[in-house]
């Protein structure tokens, strides 16, 4: 039986679990509706906002999603070197007298 997850997860997120935790945490610390910097959390009473958990839910979201290439221009492939040495010595060994 397929589940449904409690939110749509974005197709960037490599890691579901620590993207689904982050979320929830960020959902449970929000700002007060009539102090917007104060946080709503009763763990966090008193606190600025964005306080810790907040923070620290906002860090997990961004490392649980895939880092976003950057392109620098053509890649350039350098010629490939002679094979030596495989099937004979690459160089050759005085003789013993």
């Known amino acids: 039986m ?7 997860i ?6 579901v679990l620590l993207w689904l935790l982050a979320s929830d945490v960020a959902t449970a610390h ?3 509706p009539h102090q917007p910097d104060r946080c709503a959390n009763l763990r ?3 606190q600025a906002y964005p ?10 979201q961004q490392a ?3 880092p976003q290439p950057r392109a620098r221009g053509r890649a350039r492939v350098a010629a490939p070197a002679p094979i030596t040495g495989w099937f004979r010595p690459s160089r ?3 003789r013993a007298a």
């Open 2 to 8: 397929i589940t449904q997850h409690r939110r749509a």
């Open 10 to 15: 974005p197709r960037t997120v490599t890691d």
């Open 30 to 32: 929000q700002p007060q």
């Open 44 to 46: 966090c009473a008193d």
């Open 51 to 60: 306080c810790p958990p907040a923070r620290d839910a906002h860090r997990a």
């Open 64 to 66: 649980a999603i895939r």
């Open 92 to 94: 050759t060994q005085p």
